[in-house]
């Protein structure tokens, strides 16, 4: 089965910038979306920003503009997206978690572990 694997998260200050990646441990099957999700202490999880197979990109609301979210499937053996988040404010302080779905047979919705990202000073 494949996994989700994130890194980049970290402690940094407002303003800062910062690179969220997640790497499929093998391909994923056909075409798929995937994304980033965050929960802060006390909330839901919701979504940050997703990008399909065919390159449409979503993002939440409160991205404004601060976040780009990329992705590469031409290595045959993975599929690897990231999340470059610049701006950062405290409310972005959450973890982050790589989502990777198909909503059409093979279905298969996977999670990362988490990676946690703190802003403050």
């Known amino acids: 089965q494949v996994h989700l694997m994130e890194s980049g998260g970290g402690f940094v200050q407002p303003g800062d910038s910062l690179t969220l990646s997640c790497a499929a441990s093998g391909r994923l099957p056909g075409s798929s979306t995937m994304g980033w999700y965050r929960q802060a202490p006390g909330k839901q999880r919701e979504l940050v920003a997703t990008?399909?197979?065919?390159?449409?990109?979503?993002?939440?609301d409160f991205v404004e503009g601060r976040f780009t979210i990329s992705r590469d499937d031409r290595d045959s053996n993975k599929n690897t997206v990231w999340l470059q988040m610049n701006s950062l404010k405290p409310e972005d302080t959450a973890v982050y978690y790589c989502?990777?779905?198909?909503?059409?047979?093979?279905?298969?919705?996977?999670w990362g572990q988490g990676t946690q990202v703190t802003v403050s000073t």
């Open positions: 990008v399909t197979s065919g390159g449409t990109i979503n993002y939440a």
């Open positions: 989502n990777a779905r198909r909503v059409i047979t093979p279905l298969y919705t996977l």
